[in-house]
């Protein structure tokens, strides 16, 4: 994820200016570190923004994480050239 990224995400999320170029010097400075990143959102008084949901991953606390019947099955493509039948 790009320095541009991370601020647009932030941006969206409503992280203020003076918080956002907090967070972006952090980023800068030390690295990108997400988890540390949602701690300081927290402790500025923002909801988590980098989280499970937010980059697609699984999340293994979901109550559907394993579950058989959530899963959702892939449809095959349909082939776009003709097939000739002999």
């Known amino acids: 994820m790009t320095f541009q990224e991370i601020e647009f995400a932030l941006k969206v ?3 203020g200016k003076e918080d956002m170029q907090t967070l972006m010097d ?3 400075t030390k ?3 997400y988890p540390k ?3 300081m959102l927290v402790g ?3 909801d988590k923004v980098f989280t499970d949901e937010f980059f697609g991953w699984a ?3 979901d109550e559907y994480y394993d579950d058989d019947d ?3 099955e892939y449809l095959e ?3 776009h050239k003709h097939k000739w039948d002999d």
């Open 31 to 33: 690295g990108t570190d």
């Open 70 to 72: 959530y899963d959702h």
């Open 37 to 39: 990143l949602d701690e």
């Open 59 to 61: 999340d293994a606390d």
């Open 44 to 46: 500025m008084g923002y």
């Open 26 to 28: 952090y980023c800068r």
């Open 13 to 15: 999320n409503g992280v």
């Open 77 to 79: 493509r349909t082939p």
